[in-house]
């Protein structure tokens, strides 16, 4: 009943067991007491009401397993809460972004990702932000959720008990496109995770190209294959003739490197004609932004 799938889904559990039981056995000795009440002291077999002066034993018991089960709850939530705030020092840490729609996972040495890859058994501490609006990161099956917010750094940490992969979910309404603001935790061998942080991989430079796009979170809302998604696809974008709003002018423009650079710098200074400015400020390196450019240029 208690899981095992992370640190933190063991002390949530035990929490919540406590109080469901303790409810449980509440209310079936209330309950029971009450319908044996209602038998015993019926009118027919009792009837003549009787003054009952109180007894001091029986208030002192009521008063004082109550306060002590109540206490009980309250140690198990007040140090459960206190461990899950306070990350061990020796934490991988993991800078999470929050943007409409998708979240984005930056590692100590530089590598990204839009999936949340850790190791089994090492504490993970993330630390979570916004580019636009308050987002809140939560893994159900860990048990832990915060919110992400633009101009905060907010915390949770972790230690994943198995491996396996769990969804990630964003749970403040943040959008249109907020149903489909999910990811998910890779927990992997030690040696798996190594591997991939070192992060050689054997991705040619086309390859490379769409997982930076992947990871820079571009890929929730454009394709590269032609169909059509939150934003125009990238295939056939460079030299393709498109209406654009300047200012609310109309212009016909033809794509190119300038443009496609301050597409991703500004995204507010041209919108596509028949797409909303929801386009976020992703922030990108130089080398980023020419990796970007080149990989489109190859869309055809
Ligand atoms: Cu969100």
Redesign the pocket.
């Known amino acids: 009943m208690i899981s095992d799938i992370s640190n933190t889904a063991a002390k949530v559990d035990l929490a919540f067991l406590y109080i469901t039981g303790m409810s449980v056995v509440l209310l079936v000795l209330i309950t029971s007491f009450m319908v044996y009440s209602l038998v015993r002291y019926n009118v027919k077999r009792h009837p003549r009401a009787e003054q009952i002066e109180g007894n001091v034993a029986t208030e002192i018991i009521l008063t004082v397993i109550p306060v002590i089960l109540v206490l009980v709850m309250f140690y198990i939530g007040w140090t459960n809460f206190s461990y899950l705030r306070n990350a061990p020092k020796d934490a991988i840490p993991v800078t999470v972004r ?1 943007m ?2 998708s979240w984005h996972f930056e590692y100590k040495n530089g590598k990204q990702n839009d999936v949340l890859n850790v190791p089994v058994g090492k504490p993970v501490e993330l630390i979570l932000t916004s580019a636009d ?4 990161f939560y893994i159900p099956a860990f048990r832990i959720k915060e919110d ?1 917010v633009p101009g905060m750094k907010t915390h949770l940490w972790f230690k994943a008990g198995e491996i396996g992969s769990y969804d990630v979910f ?1 749970t ?4 249109t496109g ?1 149903s489909h ?1 999910v990811s998910k935790v890779v927990v992997m061998a030690q040696d798996a995770f190594d591997k991939w942080y070192a992060g050689a991989g054997a991705a040619g430079k086309e390859n490379k190209g769409l997982q930076l796009l992947q990871a820079k979170g571009c890929l929730g809302c454009h394709t590269a294959d032609g169909a059509g998604k939150i934003g125009p696809t990238f295939k056939g974008i460079f030299g393709r003739k498109t209406v654009i709003l300047t200012n609310g002018k109309e212009r016909e423009i033809v794509v190119d490197e300038d443009y496609i650079r301050r597409s991703v710098l500004q995204p507010a200074a041209d919108i596509v004609k028949g797409y909303p400015n929801i386009m976020p400020v992703i922030p990108v390196t130089k080398d980023e932004l020419d990796t970007i450019v080149a990989t489109l240029e190859e869309l055809k």
């Open positions: 929050g409409m729609w609006v308050i987002h809140s992400a964003c403040e309404y943040c959008g907020h603001m």
